[in-house]
């Protein structure tokens, strides 16, 4: 699976809109694009995914560039129960279930 | 609908000791991997059964296997237990669809502690 590079930490203001980065610059055309997170003690967490257009589902926005070597999570209107550790996976669909995640970001929402 | 179950929650262990832990996918999955989260190393991917089947393993020694049964729970075992060892241990499991979605669904991890 292709390296991400994610930032280690983020800072976000409750209410505002909290834009994670991903860099994965040698990713492959069958692979795709995984966010999930982890909250404190938790198992981590599926958020979105996709390969090369724009995703939103009720959690999120996934903005993939057009060369497909970074994207961007967008959490909306974030909430101090956003506070957690992103991480930014790529993966090919037919890989199974094998994640190789990296540090993730760490995203503190403050009041 | 249940989520991914493991168990034991926490348990410590000392120095050369076997563990097993348990994972109980959600219902109608079929797949199941596990995963090793320390400090140092983060998450790391251990094994994945299908079918009864291992279909990847990480970079992990002989020391760490695991299983799957029938009804798709799970087992990982982890045997001659190392300091090294003390670890949340993290189960996942997720539907085999065609396309794989690729989605997978976390317990809450086996916490374990060697002395």
């Known amino acids: 699976d292709a390296k991400t590079t994610q930032p280690p930490s983020m800072d976000c203001a409750e209410g505002r809109a909290a834009n994670l980065p991903c860099n994965h610059s040698t990713i492959s055309g069958n692979e795709y694009v995984y966010w999930y997170r982890q909250i404190h003690s938790q198992g981590p967490q599926y958020i979105i995914h996709g390969l090369k257009n724009n995703e939103t589902n009720e959690m999120a926005s996934l903005i993939i560039t057009e060369d497909r070597k970074s994207s961007t999570l967008i959490l909306p209107h974030a909430t101090l129960r956003d506070t957690a550790v992103y991480y930014c996976?790529?993966?090919?669909?037919?890989?199974?279930?094998?994640?190789?995640f990296g540090g993730g970001t760490r995203l503190m929402v403050k009041p | 609908k249940a989520g991914v179950t493991q168990t034991p929650r926490y348990l410590i262990k000392t120095r050369g000791q076997q563990v097993t832990l348990s994972c109980s996918p959600i219902?109608?999955?079929?797949?199941v991997s596990w995963y090793q989260q320390t400090p140092g190393q983060g998450l790391q991917f251990l094994f994945e059964y299908f079918s009864e089947t291992q279909r990847n393993k990480g970079n992990f020694p002989g020391r760490f296997s695991g299983r799957q049964f029938s009804n798709s729970r799970s087992e990982m075992n982890v045997s001659t237990l190392e300091l090294g060892d003390s670890a949340l241990y993290l189960c996942?499991?997720?539907?085999?669809?065609?396309?794989?979605?690729?989605?997978?669904?976390f317990g809450e991890g086996s916490r374990l502690t060697v002395l």
């Open positions: 996976i790529v993966r090919a669909n037919n890989a199974g279930n094998m994640l190789t």
């Open positions: 219902s109608g999955h079929r797949s």
């Open positions: 996942a499991s997720s539907l085999e669809g065609h396309p794989n979605t690729g989605e997978l669904f």
